[in-house]
């Protein structure tokens, strides 16, 4: 059974930084799809970054290109979300997803996705 357990939200003011991490267990596979969505009150669930873990492929919405990165650490079978220069608007949870044994498609896409966690939260002042 696959798990992902999220950590490292909380609150910062604008312009401050977050590391996000996404530990993945229940699994032996490395070629994954994995993902951070966030959704805020009364909002759809957006993909904000995606990485293909077999070759290191990233993806990330127009909205926080330049501020936020994912990475991996295989042999933690854990991602990594770097938050820089938040924003009040990136306010959400941030949920962590993985599609098993597939490359990205969009890598953004909430329906490419089988497995989830259960979020953490994110909140930005100004």
């Known amino acids: 059974q696959v798990q992902l357990v999220e950590s490292g939200g909380g609150s910062v003011q604008a312009g401050g930084s977050l590391r996000l991490s996404c530990a993945a267990s229940?699994?032996?596979?490395?070629?994954?799809?994995m993902g951070w969505f966030r959704q805020a009150p009364g909002k759809e669930r957006e993909g904000v970054a995606a990485?293909?873990?077999?070759?290191?492929?990233?993806y990330y919405a127009d909205s926080v290109k330049g501020r936020f990165t994912i990475s991996q650490d295989n042999a933690k079978n854990t991602v990594y979300l770097q938050m820089n220069s938040l924003k009040p608007e990136d306010t959400a949870m941030y949920y962590c997803?993985?599609?098993?044994?597939?490359?990205?498609?969009?890598?953004?896409?909430?329906?490419?996705?089988?497995?989830w966690g259960q979020g953490t939260q994110v909140t930005v002042s100004s």
């Open positions: 229940g699994y032996t596979y490395s070629s994954n799809c």
């Open positions: 997803a993985a599609e098993m044994l597939a490359p990205c498609v969009s890598g953004l896409d909430r329906y490419e996705y089988n497995y």
């Open positions: 990485i293909y873990t077999g070759g290191g492929s990233t």
